[in-house]
């Protein structure tokens, strides 16, 4: 087999980890440069008092196959645990209601229970239903996540249930977010069905391989922590460079802040999205660095179970229209029952992008019991054990309208630089297997002029 020979990656988070492995799995001898002392990026777990605390992600969607592969590579897939479910809420007109049963991703697909439920008015029902008829809203031309479904299902089912599910993964808005680069398989059922109602009816999820049937939740995780995840990957890295800063990258040679400059075969650009224009000078990197990226401030509080209000399942999301500055809230013990010793609650909370920016400089403590008192309005909690505070800072990429565009401008441009590749969340998806299948990428478009495929 040929070999890879030196190759430099920036950043360790679970792209450039995952681009770790894949490099050395074809032979290279891998250079890791992190600006921060851990390696993990957004992934980041915390062990207390027998609670697993994930501050960033804490599973990822188990249809999307990378990972999970690359979990089992690492030996790790005895650890893989699949997500509990159960009922779905959404906070709406001061309670906490049922979604109707057959929601997907927002859209109603059975007739009776969007009948009956109270989660909307007749005219709204109506308005719905005007989607088996609408003609097709998508034209070939990339719209917001907002017109899109605001034409097919009307203003009722977009606030009250579709904004709230599917803004909380992007941290965003609909307004803002490209149909092409968030959710590009509600235009593969419009083109196909035309209805979506009609199309996610008849959507049945594929079954995941060793995972049980009758296993129902979507997403999976690892039971000792994603953490886990990042102490299984750095074994690949054969010299690992923390609190180093890349201040600039030419093809073959990287230049790090204190002027040190450093000769590489290849190099992997895994950094944080805002660090593509600096790092590279292409006006195409400063485009996609200078586009609008949200901040996200979460809460973990740790409860005895007698303390926490009993609901049957694993959270619920909050509609806009509420004035409360949680957009979600998940139940993790519930959720992920590794998460919380026998007895004992913890409770994850989701601030809302526009509260951040004037609490981001108060201290934590100040933090949590804003939250704590958001959280009060909507279920009754006692007091915490303790509370753990997190701060994402201009750190969750936006996919804007034109987003896929931006991006095939920018991988021209990097094509012509020999030996230079990206990935990562501002690419072709924010989720930790879509960060996993951009870093395979790379490493196999660097790998191809010496045809070794990973
Ligand atoms: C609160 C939150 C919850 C989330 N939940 C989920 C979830 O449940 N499931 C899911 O699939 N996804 C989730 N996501 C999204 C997912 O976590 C991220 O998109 C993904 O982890 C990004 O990985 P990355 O490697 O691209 O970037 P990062 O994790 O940001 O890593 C980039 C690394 O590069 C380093 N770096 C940057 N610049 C330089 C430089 N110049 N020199 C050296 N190092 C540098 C940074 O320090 C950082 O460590 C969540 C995100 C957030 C913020």
């Known amino acids: 087999m040929n070999r890879l ?19 050395k799995v074809a032979g290279a001898h891998v250079t890791l440069f992190e600006a921060q002392d851990r390696l993990g990026g957004k992934i980041k777990t915390i062990y207390r008092d027998g609670f697993t605390l994930e501050t960033g992600p804490d599973g990822y969607m188990a249809r999307k196959p990378t990972l999970t592969t690359l979990i089992t590579d690492l030996g790790l897939e005895d650890q893989l645990v699949r997500s509990k479910t159960g009922t779905s809420y959404i906070y709406v007109r001061q309670q906490l209601r049922q979604m109707p049963e057959g929601s997907v991703m927002g859209i109603p697909t059975k007739f009776w229970p969007m009948v009956k439920t109270d989660l909307f008015t007749w005219r709204g029902k109506f308005r719905a ?3 088996l008829v609408i003609p097709r809203v998508y034209k070939g031309e990339d719209i917001s ?11 009722e089912v977009v606030d009250t249930m579709i904004e709230p599910l599917l803004s909380g993964i992007y941290n965003g808005t609909l307004d803002d977010m490209s149909i092409e680069s968030t959710f590009p398989q509600f235009i593969t059922i419009e083109q196909k069905t035309r209805s979506l109602i009609l199309g996610m009816k008849a959507l049945t999820p594929p079954v995941q391989a060793g995972v049980k049937p009758s296993e129902t939740g979507k997403f999976l995780s690892i039971d000792q922590g994603l953490g886990a995840l990042v102490e299984g990957l750095r074994p690949s890295i054969d010299r690992l460079v923390l609190n180093t ?27 944080s999205p805002n660090m593509l224009g600096p790092l590279l000078g292409l006006p195409e990197a400063e485009r996609l660095s200078s586009l609008k990226r949200t901040s996200s401030l979460t809460v973990l509080a740790a409860f ?7 609901l049957d399942g694993t959270g619920y999301v909050i509609a806009k229209s509420e004035g409360n500055a949680l957009t979600a809230c998940s139940w993790m013990h519930k959720k992920w029952p590794h998460m919380a010793p026998q007895g004992k609650a913890l409770i994850r909370m989701y601030i809302g992008s526009e509260y951040v920016s004037p609490l981001l400089h108060e201290d934590d403590d100040t933090i949590a019991s804003f939250a704590l008192r958001e959280l009060r309005r909507i279920q009754k909690v006692g007091t915490p054990l303790f509370t753990k505070v ?44 879509d960060c996993v299948d951009s870093a395979k990428q790379a490493v196999n478009n660097l790998n191809l002029k010496q045809g070794v495929m990973v």
């Open 390 to 433: 997190e701060r994402h800072v201009q750190t969750m990429p936006q996919y804007e309208v034109g987003h896929k565009q931006d991006v095939r401008a920018f991988e021209e441009a990097l094509s012509k630089w020999d030996g230079v590749e990206a990935c990562g969340a501002i690419l072709h998806g924010v989720g930790l297997p």
């Open 5 to 23: 020979n030196q190759i430099a990656i920036i950043g360790g988070g679970i792209a450039g980890l995952a681009a770790a492995h894949y490099a």
């Open 245 to 271: 800063y890349v201040k600039s990258v030419r093809p073959h040679e990287i230049t790090l802040a204190d002027g040190t400059v450093e000769q590489f075969d290849g190099i992997i650009l895994a950094t």
């Open 304 to 310: 005895d179970e007698s303390e926490v209000e009993a």
């Open 129 to 131: 239903g005007l989607d």
């Open 145 to 155: 996540l907002n017109r899109f479904f605001r034409t097919r299902l009307g203003s």
